[in-house]
């Protein structure tokens, strides 16, 4: 392979690296019934850490149905719980600052979002994901975290 080439896909990769997780919907449960629109409901997605092999996480999330939630232009509540779990040997495969962003998604049309960030508690041995929802001028004090114990031998 060219050298240019080479460089260009070792770019490009560590750009994806970079860049938070895309959610996988599990499912979802109806709510609150809208005669226009869809429902109100509580969806559920899944993440795989960008930079950590083996962990899995699932966020569960209020989404507003009716007229404006269909045209996408509902603004979400900051409800949220999240649930992350080891689903294979874990493998840290690159350096992250504590309170790196794992995974973002807008709950509005404009200035809300909600998002997962990760830390590593390096005394426990343990990674920390927290889930929460900022605005531009005035965030939520929701949250929601999960820990994951990385067992010896793993992580490094």
């Known amino acids: 392979m060219p050298r240019s080439r080479f460089n260009l896909l070792y770019a490009l990769t560590l750009v994806a690296m ?8 599990i ?24 930079k950590v092999d083996g962990v899995t996480c699932y966020l569960s999330r209020a989404k ?5 939630g269909g045209l996408g232009v509902a603004e979400d ?3 949220a719980s999240i649930a992350c779990r080891q689903v294979a040997p ?12 794992v995974f973002k998604k807008d709950t509005s049309l404009l200035f809300k979002t909600m998002q997962v960030v990760r830390f590593h508690d390096k005394k426990r041995n ?4 927290l889930v929460y ?3 531009i001028i005035e965030g939520s004090p929701k949250n929601s975290i999960s820990v994951v114990p990385i067992p010896a031998g793993q992580g490094g």
């Open 126 to 129: 343990v990674l920390v994901y």
């Open 18 to 25: 970079a860049m938070p997780a895309a959610a996988e919907d």
């Open 64 to 68: 507003k149905g009716g007229m404006s």
């Open 90 to 101: 874990i493998k840290i495969k690159a350096t992250f600052k504590e309170g790196e962003e």
């Open 133 to 135: 929802s900022d605005r």
């Open 27 to 50: 499912g979802s449960v109806s709510t609150v019934f809208k005669m226009l629109g869809p429902n109100d409901k509580i969806v559920v997605e899944a993440f795989d850490d960008p």
């Open 77 to 79: 509540t900051a409800d």
